[in-house]
């Protein structure tokens, strides 16, 4: 294995940006999902009912996902450190807001709130990746930025299992202070080294209205059919609004000078497919998590902590392999890493329907986990170092939001359907359907990956072309050169 040194960057500014990114995205994604175990705590103490439940949960994904093009644009516009130092600073302020929460509705208008600073952090915190770093050290820091981000959505049930049993819900928004102060003082240095913006460009607010919209409109309506039906109109109007939003936002982007989501970006191979193979990948993911964690508790009879603890043998691999599967992508390129990682990703959750009843996680769950994350480990860095190597550095922040718009949309979808998967109520024959479902979704994934992705070929020179793209589909420049 490569010497774990090595994988480190080389420069005390690398080292810098490095830790930045990967504690600004960590909180925001970690704030995804941790709040998932704490729900029938909140619902204890502040009451609501399941309607309170739901929306401490999807305000802040719902506000993520539709606002994070838009950071993404911001970010290229304004510079990395100083849209980060925005972002870090009301994610701090609304997760005291969110700790200190009276009621029902105060908390979901905080995790609203909070879903608006979220979608700041991860697309300049991976473009500042991609701006300070190039060739094989960027492929490496890629993949220790994935490896801890990645770690956030799984390593989450045990942080909010834990403080459910030991402390209060409470200590899972007030957790978030603690780096966000300590990483302030790194992120206020960087702001002299960030790349230089052009202020002269102009912002594409209309476009950034429309993609609210767009994305808004839809995620809503798949959220709430589950608890009102297809045929309410508090589902089909969102839903309706946001299929004319889109279509408009499409329309508009192709028509403005300056759009916020340059189309042409899709023309680009690896960036379209990667973001197919994303769509299906983190779709399993959440699906997958979502099913394996409520059944080792509703089930399999495990408290939240003990349940948090089942699943980190995937984030261990991740967190441990990830830097060295993206050292070794960026050496051989990425295409077989995607189709590989996906592929044992799905073996990893068809194990999992040796599950019986009573549970023995040891010879029925645990197998399955570790080969999951494997499957993980291979494929978190490589996807992320093909989408994002293929667009020009200065647009790396919106390529950034579009792969992370894709990924929680994914899992909004996913979730938002769980119920017709599981069926009412849950039960070994719902954990199976989940699991079927989770290993075909990685399984396309995989397919999409072997048939879209092309390797960077080194030494090719860039020429023009009408995909705005040299002919190895898309490596970075040093890796080009």
């Given at each position: 294995?490569?010497?774990?040194?090595a994988?480190?960057?080389?420069?005390p500014?690398?080292?810098?940006?490095?830790?930045v990114?990967?504690?600004?995205?960590?909180i925001?994604?970690?704030?995804?999902?941790?709040v998932?175990l704490a729900?029938?705590?909140?619902?204890?103490?502040?009451?609501?009912g399941?309607v309170?439940?739901?929306?401490?949960?999807?305000?802040?994904?719902l506000?993520?996902?539709?606002?994070?093009?838009?950071?993404?644009?911001?970010?290229?516009?304004?510079g990395?450190?100083r849209?980060l130092?925005?972002?870090?600073?009301?994610?701090?302020?609304?997760?005291?807001t969110?700790?200190?929460?009276?009621?029902?509705e105060?908390?979901?208008v905080?995790?609203?709130l909070?879903?608006?600073?979220?979608a700041?952090?991860?697309?300049?915190?991976?473009?500042?990746?991609?701006t300070?770093?190039?060739?094989p050290?960027?492929s490496?820091?890629?993949?220790q930025?994935?490896?801890?981000t990645?770690?956030?959505?799984?390593?989450?049930?045990?942080i909010?299992g834990?403080?459910v049993?030991?402390l209060?819900w409470?200590?899972?928004?007030?957790?978030?202070?603690?780096?966000?102060?300590?990483?302030?003082?790194i992120?206020?240095?960087?702001?002299?080294?960030?790349?230089?913006?052009d202020?002269?460009?102009?912002?594409?607010?209309l476009?950034?209205?429309?993609a609210?919209?767009?994305?808004?409109g839809?995620?809503?309506?798949f959220?709430e059919?589950g608890?009102?039906?297809?045929g309410?109109?508090?589902?089909?109007?969102?839903?309706?609004?946001?299929?004319v939003?889109?279509?408009?936002?499409?329309?508009?982007?192709?028509?403005?000078?300056?759009?916020?989501?340059p189309?042409?970006l899709f023309?680009i191979?690896?960036?379209?497919?990667?973001?197919?193979?994303?769509?299906?990948?983190?779709?399993a993911l959440s699906?997958?998590?979502?099913?394996?964690?409520?059944?080792?508790?509703q089930v399999?009879?495990?408290?939240?902590t003990?349940?948090?603890?089942?699943l980190?043998?995937?984030?261990?691999?991740?967190m441990?392999t990830?830097?060295?599967?993206?050292?070794?992508?960026g050496k051989?390129?990425?295409?077989?890493f995607?189709t590989?990682?996906?592929?044992?990703?799905?073996i990893?959750f068809?194990?999992?329907?040796?599950?019986?009843?009573?549970?023995?996680y040891?010879?029925?769950?645990?197998p399955?986990?570790i080969?999951?994350g494997?499957?993980?480990?291979?494929l978190?860095a490589?996807?992320?170092?093909a989408?994002l190597?293929?667009?020009p550095?200065?647009?790396?922040?919106i390529?950034?939001?579009?792969?992370?718009?894709v990924?929680?949309i994914?899992?909004?979808?996913?979730?938002?359907?769980?119920?017709l998967?599981?069926?009412?109520?849950?039960s070994?024959q719902g954990l199976m359907n989940?699991?079927?479902?989770?290993?075909?979704?990685?399984?396309?994934?995989?397919v999409?990956?072997?048939?879209?992705i092309?390797?960077?070929?080194?030494?090719?020179?860039?020429?023009?072309?009408?995909?705005?793209?040299?002919?190895?589909?898309g490596?970075t420049a040093a890796?080009?050169?």
């Amino acid at each position: 294995m490569t010497d774990a040194a090595a994988l480190l960057p080389s420069t005390p500014l690398q080292k810098r940006v490095l830790v930045v990114a990967i504690v600004a995205s960590f909180i925001a994604i970690l704030d995804g999902f941790v709040v998932n175990l704490a729900l029938p705590a909140i619902g204890r103490e502040l009451g609501g009912g399941l309607v309170i439940q739901q929306w401490v949960v999807d305000a802040y994904l719902l506000t993520l996902g539709a606002l994070i093009l838009v950071a993404g644009s911001l970010s290229d516009h304004f510079g990395r450190a100083r849209i980060l130092e925005w972002g870090l600073a009301g994610f701090t302020l609304t997760s005291v807001t969110c700790g200190l929460a009276w009621n029902g509705e105060v908390l979901v208008v905080s995790r609203a709130l909070q879903g608006i600073a979220g979608a700041l952090l991860v697309p300049s915190s991976l473009a500042m990746i991609v701006t300070f770093f190039s060739g094989p050290a960027q492929s490496k820091a890629i993949g220790q930025w994935s490896g801890w981000t990645s770690a956030a959505a799984i390593v989450a049930p045990l942080i909010g299992g834990a403080s459910v049993d030991l402390l209060s819900w409470r200590v899972i928004f007030f957790i978030n202070v603690i780096p966000a102060v300590a990483v302030w003082p790194i992120l206020a240095g960087l702001r002299k080294s960030d790349a230089a913006t052009d202020t002269s460009k102009k912002i594409d607010y209309l476009g950034a209205f429309l993609a609210m919209v767009g994305l808004g409109g839809p995620v809503y309506a798949f959220i709430e059919q589950g608890r009102m039906g297809w045929g309410n109109m508090v589902v089909w109007m969102p839903l309706a609004l946001g299929a004319v939003g889109l279509v408009l936002f499409l329309v508009h982007e192709a028509r403005t000078p300056e759009p916020m989501l340059p189309l042409r970006l899709f023309g680009i191979r690896n960036f379209g497919w990667g973001n197919i193979a994303t769509l299906a990948i983190y779709g399993a993911l959440s699906l997958g998590f979502f099913a394996v964690g409520i059944y080792l508790q509703q089930v399999g009879g495990m408290k939240a902590t003990t349940a948090g603890i089942a699943l980190l043998p995937a984030t261990v691999l991740l967190m441990l392999t990830a830097s060295f599967f993206g050292g070794l992508a960026g050496k051989y390129g990425p295409r077989w890493f995607m189709t590989a990682g996906p592929f044992i990703c799905g073996i990893g959750f068809l194990m999992t329907l040796a599950v019986q009843e009573p549970l023995n996680y040891w010879t029925q769950v645990l197998p399955g986990q570790i080969v999951f994350g494997i499957g993980l480990s291979t494929l978190v860095a490589p996807l992320t170092a093909a989408i994002l190597g293929a667009v020009p550095t200065e647009e790396a922040g919106i390529g950034s939001a579009v792969n992370n718009a894709v990924a929680r949309i994914a899992g909004l979808i996913c979730i938002a359907f769980a119920g017709l998967i599981i069926g009412p109520v849950f039960s070994r024959q719902g954990l199976m359907n989940a699991v079927v479902v989770t290993a075909v979704l990685f399984f396309l994934g995989a397919v999409a990956s072997a048939v879209g992705i092309r390797n960077p070929v080194l030494g090719a020179a860039v020429v023009d072309s009408p995909e705005g793209q040299a002919p190895d589909d898309g490596g970075t420049a040093a890796q080009r050169a």
